[in-house]
């Protein structure tokens, strides 16, 4: 059978300011209201946010109330499926590419920590070091290991162990290989590459060249297949297709559901839903990147306070004015401020961050003082996060790793 056209809009999303939001690059002033538009999901509006108070009976988390998850896709289906009390499961992942994960690959599991214990549901979590053995210049071995010791950091996270499933890719895929054949047979080379976009890089023969190898075009079709409960027989019974599913995400992953969600009626399959954060923005400011390869771009679940401490106030971008004075006089910038924009994700007291806002922006608290705020806030959360990661033994890593029946 050939398959259908795709319906749904291309990934790279370039426009004159030079946003790019690709599931591999995030560069440029990011409008995320036209993300939206470009992207074709919803935003998140206030009745929205009400239905969800309505329906779960839980406050809806700040970053919900502060639009930092800002974008859905069948948001509405899975509360009322969850009025309905039938059952849902949520999917995230990781790209196990480094040692340590950054506080930005945090803020989709804390948050899939917080619907977990809200939809009290079963949660299933990819490491791809499938991906990050094609895409990165790693060795596969490597990439399997990182997967395991980044699983220990996210279990840190606080999931329950009698609800949850992390599998690396390279050990679970032949539990879910029927569920990729049949989205490899449904979905045509060039919707791949006008969805992912990719080419070869460079000149053949020249130095630099970067051929595009054919693992790469068969991997989105890896990530999507946990959208469906069928890749998990031991959990929801073989060929399952009735429970729809929840993917938490930062809004680069995007192309890859919108390819899932695509193929899913074609396979007889329900579409994913999504819920889409923002990028939690690097220090030297939200044009730059966070990357794990860069130290001074990002605070690490691994730093000290006193790294964190030096890396805030020598990096973290400041929307303060040039003197004192001036400052005293024009007040800060909170929409350039990292630390204030890096508040925003972590303080969660609404009443303390609306009074560090009005005190930064008239002036009367200074860079110095902003950046203060920040270092009280996040250092104890990191210590947190390292004595919880600290009681991940091997033999709980195993026990979240094994494919086994859990609790729906
Ligand atoms: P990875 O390892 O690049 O990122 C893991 C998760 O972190 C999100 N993220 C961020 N969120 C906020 N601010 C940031 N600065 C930031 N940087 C990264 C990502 O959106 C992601 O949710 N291919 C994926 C792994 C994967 C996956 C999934 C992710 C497999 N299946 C299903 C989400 C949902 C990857 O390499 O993620």
Redesign the pocket.
């Known amino acids: 059978m050939a398959a259908a056209p795709a319906t749904e809009p291309p990934a790279d999303v370039g426009d004159a300011d030079d946003m790019v939001v690709t599931?591999w690059e995030?560069s440029g002033k990011i409008d995320y209201n036209k993300l939206i538009e470009q992207f074709g999901s919803q935003a998140i509006t206030p009745a929205l946010i009400e239905k969800f108070e309505r329906v779960t009976g839980c406050k809806a988390h700040p970053w919900i109330r502060r639009g930092i998850f800002f974008s859905h896709r069948d948001l509405d289906m899975i509360l009322d499926n969850y009025a309905a009390g039938k059952p849902m499961y949520l999917?995230?992942?990781?790209?196990?590419?480094s040692e340590a994960?950054?506080?930005?690959?945090?803020?989709?599991?804390l948050f899939t920590k917080y619907l977990q214990d809200v939809f009290k549901c079963v949660l299933v979590?990819?490491?791809?070091d499938d991906?990050?053995f094609l895409w990165k210049d790693l060795q596969l071995d490597e990439c399997h290991r990182l997967g395991f010791e980044?699983a220990k950091d996210i279990i840190a996270c606080g999931f329950d162990i009698s609800k949850t499933l992390i599998f690396s890719d390279l050990d679970y895929v032949g539990h879910m290989y029927p569920v990729i054949v049949k989205i490899w047979k449904a979905v045509t080379y060039n919707q791949v590459k006008g969805i992912f976009g990719f080419e070869d890089k460079g000149v053949p023969g020249e130095p630099g060249y970067e051929p595009v190898n054919i693992g790469k075009h068969a991997f989105p079709a890896v990530?999507a297949a946990?959208?469906f409960p069928a890749a998990f027989p031991h959990i929801f019974g073989a060929g399952n297709n009735t429970v729809p599913c929840l993917?938490?995400?930062?809004?680069?992953?995007d192309p890859?559901?919108r390819m899932t969600r695509d193929v899913a009626p074609r396979l007889g399959f329900l579409k994913p839903a999504l819920i889409h954060?923002?990028?939690?923005?690097?220090l030297q400011g939200a044009q730059s990147k966070?990357s794990a390869s860069d130290e001074s771009s990002?605070i690490f679940c691994t730093d000290t306070p006193a790294e964190i401490k030096k890396k805030v106030n020598k990096y973290a971008f400041s929307g303060g004015q040039q003197t004192e004075e001036e400052h005293r006089k024009l007040g800060g910038n909170c929409d350039t401020d990292i630390s204030y924009q890096w508040l925003t994700f972590f303080e969660h007291d609404d009443a303390k961050l609306a009074r560090i806002k009005e005190e930064y922006s008239s002036g009367r608290m200074l860079s110095g003082e902003i950046k203060g705020e920040l270092i009280k806030c996040i250092t104890p959360l990191v210590q947190r996060h390292q004595s919880a990661r600290a009681k991940v033994t091997d033999e709980i890593v195993k026990t979240f790793m094994t494919p086994r029946k859990l609790a729906l």
């Open positions: 599931a995030v999917y995230t992942g990781r790209g196990p590419s994960l950054h506080l930005g690959h945090l803020i989709p599991f979590i990819q490491m791809t991906e990050k980044n990530q946990p959208s993917i938490p995400c930062a809004i680069d992953q890859y559901f954060s923002k990028f939690f923005p690097a966070m990002a």
